[in-house]
């Protein structure tokens, strides 16, 4: 279990490392990450969430009670649009209105070192964006209005007030 970072911590916006050697540190990282996201409830998570700056992500995909890893990932194809609410671990209780590709293929590695290709709809091709993003240092509030970004202004002050 790992202290989840949130809005206003350096290391979300960095740009995440690509993973070189899928050795045991990684199985921990990703072993970690996974009991970290059962415990918050979330639905995905990439590993700058857990101060890690790696490019691994994982997405628990509830209707099938699958729970996706992906390591380097990379979209290779983009389909439709979709919008909806969208949330973050790193972001409690704060909701922003994006627009994502209806469906997208990923390709990446899994945590055995196996090359893999993932499809997501909806809500998973949503989640798999939104982490992608978390890779390259790039968060939901980038997507909000300013009149979103003002209803949610005394939370969002607050994750900067707490930042370390
Ligand atoms: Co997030």
Do not use: W
């Not at 209780?93 to 899994?110: L, M, P, Q, T």
């Amino acid at each position: 279990m790992r202290r989840i970072r949130k809005y206003g911590e350096e290391i979300l916006r960095k740009k995440a490392e690509e993973v070189k050697n899928i050795d045991g540190k990684i199985e921990k990282l990703i072993r970690s990450m996974k009991e970290t996201l059962f415990y918050s409830n979330g639905i995905g998570l990439a590993a700058p969430q857990v101060g890690v700056s790696k490019r691994v992500f994982i997405v628990y995909d509830r209707e099938k009670e699958n729970l996706i890893t992906v390591i380097n990932p990379e979209i290779i194809e983009k389909e439709g649009e979709d919008i909806d609410l969208e949330g973050c671990l790193s972001f409690p209780e704060i909701y922003f209105s994006i627009k994502r590709a209806k469906r997208v293929i990923v390709k990446g590695y899994n945590e055995k070192g196996k090359e893999i290709i993932v499809e997501g709809y909806n809500l998973i091709s949503r989640c798999f964006q939104h982490e992608i993003d978390h890779l390259n240092g790039i968060l939901i509030i980038d997507y909000a209005t300013e009149i979103e970004k003002e209803q949610y202004k005394e939370k969002l002050e607050n994750l900067l007030k707490k930042k370390k």
